[in-house]
């Protein structure tokens, strides 16, 4: 069984940054897949970035050039790292990893607000 928690979520003023975990309870290099999502109250649960085994990154449009998604597979983290924040990334922040299944993180909320 694989444990994804998420931490590093909170409030925060608009223009801001905040940095986001996801530890995992095993090697992240056997993770072909991973993600952060994020679903907003009434919304679906959309894709922000991801990151393959092999590095490569994907980026919502709304976050590219704000969002930065990592790996560091010495700690089984990937982190997501959010400069410029806007009210509209006002959201429950999910972690997914994939091998031959997924797996989901509980969340964590990021509010942006002043």
């Known amino acids: 069984q694989v444990r994804l928690v998420e931490s590093g979520g909170g409030l925060v003023q608009p223009g801001g940054s905040l940095r986001l975990s996801c530890a995992a309870s095993?090697?992240?290099?056997?993770?072909?897949?991973m993600g952060w999502y994020r679903q907003a109250p009434g919304k679906e649960r959309d894709l922000v970035a991801s990151?393959?085994?092999?590095?490569?990154?994907n980026y919502a449009d709304s976050v590219k050039g704000r969002f930065t998604i990592s790996r560091d597979n010495a700690m089984n983290t990937v982190y997501l790292q959010m400069n410029s924040l806007k009210p509209e990334d006002t959201a429950v922040y999910f972690c997914?990893?994939?091998?031959?299944?997924?797996?989901w993180g509980q969340g964590t909320q990021v509010t942006v607000s002043s």
């Open positions: 095993r090697s992240i290099g056997s993770f072909t897949f």
């Open positions: 997914r990893a994939r091998m031959f299944n997924d797996y």
């Open positions: 990151i393959t085994s092999g590095g490569i990154t």
